[in-house]
């Protein structure tokens, strides 16, 4: 199918942020067409572990998460099987009396977004996960998180999105974005509105964003059902993830719906290099084996690692690139892309059909990154 | 020659006597098993490359999922576990 030579919107990137804004603009009833260099949800979208999860690392990023959960909650019905959609929660696990102590803090937030969460003692910890070491204090249970099959996901929108009118190109490379357009190749194709969702890649074609590739490792089990039944995330995970400067590992295991179980998590800044480090490699799996020794038994059948687009100040760019006329971007979501797609594609979709967005926008809007290069920051 | 000495293993709670040295794929097969495993889709899995490689004879070993019954070679009180014991 030929793209009309002028549509409503251009959204460069058909990974899980572009599927979703195509979504939500093509249901606006905008003309909108997608395109992907490669393949639709096979960068950053096919890497990724999958976990809708509320995250409070910062009062922006709750509101985010939050918004995006209540987003794939709605269209939870509508998602084909193979999203694999599985509601397991997430536990925050605790170490020590400290941590599981510090978790009352976590739980107001989440309670100020009316997110539900249970504190556990060790005793509920191992009753409900028996497989983690003993010694530890506890952690916090979010019972409304869930996991779902990220690649499968970003196709589902984009067949929502085709319903409405949209058009996917797959393997058409931007080679750079103009006013009201992008220039491929020998196209150039014309809208009033380009949506830069090129994820790790977008700063190749808006040079001004400050997005670098975080990459990360991940391993997967052969199958084990219920080794675990939670996503389990470190309670220093948050740290770990925080640190821009430096390597760093956390534990973070994920059960799936084909009774994987899936490891990880790596972070490191070492440009476009896709090799596995064994060095971090073992970190990580180390790390594991530290929460859940058992996991030795369990056979890892592969093994892969991806480029979580990061940003300085770890919030995603949504809103108008003023510098470019007709210019947004949806980008920079690091190791959240996944949950907050959905909250990206609405907050994007009001600022373009210039509705009040249901949170307060300022705080994504990319042209923050120009203030801050502006005043030498 | 000597007869060659026989251990009992017990494949899904049944016991079995079999010459020793030999591979839980072989004494399986031996006994007329045909499936030893099931796919994600529910298809019968059975040994196809006899040397580790193919990963489709995995059954259970003494409680140890994903073990490759043609690497192993069977001993007394061998537990054995295939897909018709499983749910």
């Given at each position: 199918?030929?793209?009309?030579?002028?549509?409503?919107?251009?959204?460069?990137?058909a990974?899980?942020?572009?599927?979703?804004?195509?979504r939500?603009?093509?249901?606006?009833?905008l003309?909108?067409?997608?395109?992907?260099a490669?393949?639709?949800?096979?960068?950053?979208?096919?890497?990724?572990?999958?976990?809708l999860?509320?995250?409070?690392d910062?009062?922006?990023?709750l509101?985010?998460?939050?918004?995006?959960?209540?987003?794939?909650?709605e269209?939870?019905?509508?998602?084909?099987?193979?999203?694999?959609y599985?509601a397991?929660?997430?536990?925050?696990?605790?170490?020590?009396?400290?941590?599981?102590?510090?978790?009352a803090?976590k739980?107001?937030a989440?309670?100020?977004?009316?997110?539900?969460s249970?504190?556990?003692?060790?005793?509920g910890l191992?009753?409900?996960?028996?497989?983690?070491?003993?010694?530890?204090?506890?952690?916090?249970l979010?019972?409304?998180?869930?996991?779902?099959?990220?690649p499968?996901?970003?196709?589902?929108?984009l067949?929502?999105?085709?319903?409405?009118?949209?058009?996917?190109?797959?393997?058409?490379?931007?080679?750079?974005?103009?006013?009201?357009g992008?220039?491929?190749?020998?196209?150039?194709?014309y809208?009033?509105?380009?949506?830069?969702?090129?994820?790790?890649a977008?700063?190749?074609l808006?040079?001004e964003?400050?997005?670098?590739?975080r990459?990360?490792?991940?391993a997967?089990?052969?199958?084990?059902?219920?080794?675990?039944?939670?996503?389990?995330?470190?309670l220093?995970?948050l740290?770990?993830?925080?640190?821009?400067?430096?390597?760093?590992?956390a534990?973070?295991?994920?059960?799936?719906?084909?009774?994987?179980?899936?490891?990880?998590?790596?972070r490191e800044?070492?440009?476009?290099?896709?090799?596995?480090?064994?060095v971090v490699?073992?970190?990580?799996?180390?790390?594991?084996?530290q929460?859940?020794?058992?996991?030795?038994r369990?056979n890892?059948?592969?093994?892969?690692t991806?480029?979580?687009?990061?940003?300085?100040?770890?919030?995603?760019?949504?809103?108008?690139?003023?510098?470019?006329?007709?210019?947004?971007?949806?980008?920079?979501?690091?190791?959240?892309?996944?949950?907050?797609?959905?909250g990206?594609?609405?907050?994007l979709?009001d600022?373009?059909v210039?509705?009040?967005?249901?949170?307060d926008?300022?705080?994504?809007?990319?042209t923050?990154?120009l203030?801050?290069?502006?005043?030498?920051? | 020659?000597?007869a060659?000495?026989s251990?009992?293993?017990?494949?899904?709670?049944?016991s079995?006597?079999?010459?020793?040295?030999?591979?839980v794929?072989?004494?399986?097969?031996?006994?007329?098993?045909?499936?030893?495993?099931?796919?994600?889709s529910?298809e019968?899995?059975?040994?196809?490359?006899?040397m580790?490689?193919?990963?489709?004879?995995?059954?259970i070993?003494?409680?140890?999922?994903?073990?490759?019954?043609?690497l192993?070679?069977?001993?007394?009180?061998?537990?054995?576990?295939?897909?018709?014991?499983?749910?």
């Amino acid at each position: 199918m030929t793209a009309p030579s002028r549509s409503d919107v251009i959204v460069i990137g058909a990974g899980i942020v572009g599927a979703a804004c195509a979504r939500a603009l093509a249901r606006e009833g905008l003309r909108v067409v997608v395109l992907d260099a490669d393949f639709a949800g096979g960068g950053t979208t096919a890497a990724g572990m999958g976990h809708l999860v509320i995250m409070d690392d910062s009062p922006e990023q709750l509101a985010l998460t939050a918004l995006s959960m209540e987003s794939w909650r709605e269209l939870r019905s509508t998602l084909p099987v193979e999203v694999e959609y599985d509601a397991c929660g997430t536990i925050w696990v605790a170490e020590d009396r400290e941590q599981r102590d510090a978790v009352a803090n976590k739980q107001a937030a989440y309670r100020e977004h009316g997110i539900e969460s249970e504190v556990l003692d060790a005793e509920g910890l191992y009753a409900i996960e028996p497989n983690l070491r003993s010694g530890l204090a506890g952690g916090l249970l979010v019972p409304g998180d869930a996991v779902i099959y990220p690649p499968r996901a970003a196709l589902a929108l984009l067949d929502d999105a085709r319903r409405h009118g949209a058009i996917l190109r797959e393997g058409c490379r931007v080679d750079a974005i103009v006013d009201n357009g992008v220039r491929a190749g020998n196209e150039v194709l014309y809208a009033d509105i380009v949506v830069n969702a090129a994820g790790a890649a977008s700063a190749a074609l808006t040079p001004e964003l400050p997005i670098v590739p975080r990459k990360g490792h991940l391993a997967i089990t052969d199958r084990y059902p219920d080794f675990c039944r939670h996503q389990l995330v470190e309670l220093g995970y948050l740290t770990s993830a925080h640190v821009m400067t430096s390597d760093s590992v956390a534990f973070n295991v994920q059960p799936r719906a084909t009774g994987q179980v899936l490891i990880g998590s790596s972070r490191e800044l070492v440009g476009w290099d896709r090799s596995t480090n064994h060095v971090v490699l073992k970190q990580m799996l180390d790390r594991a084996l530290q929460f859940m020794p058992s996991l030795s038994r369990l056979n890892i059948i592969r093994t892969w690692t991806g480029f979580r687009p990061a940003t300085p100040d770890k919030l995603p760019l949504i809103g108008a690139w003023t510098p470019t006329r007709g210019l947004y971007v949806a980008t920079g979501h690091e190791g959240l892309g996944i949950t907050t797609s959905l909250g990206t594609a609405r907050l994007l979709t009001d600022l373009v059909v210039g509705r009040m967005p249901s949170i307060d926008a300022a705080a994504y809007a990319p042209t923050r990154v120009l203030t801050s290069v502006s005043a030498g920051l | 020659m000597n007869a060659p000495t026989s251990v009992t293993i017990r494949v899904d709670g049944r016991s079995l006597r079999v010459a020793e040295g030999t591979t839980v794929a072989a004494a399986l097969l031996n006994d007329g098993w045909l499936e030893f495993r099931r796919s994600v889709s529910g298809e019968s899995r059975t040994p196809l490359c006899g040397m580790g490689i193919c990963h489709e004879c995995r059954v259970i070993i003494n409680d140890v999922e994903h073990q490759r019954a043609c690497l192993v070679t069977v001993s007394e009180g061998l537990r054995v576990t295939t897909s018709a014991a499983t749910p």
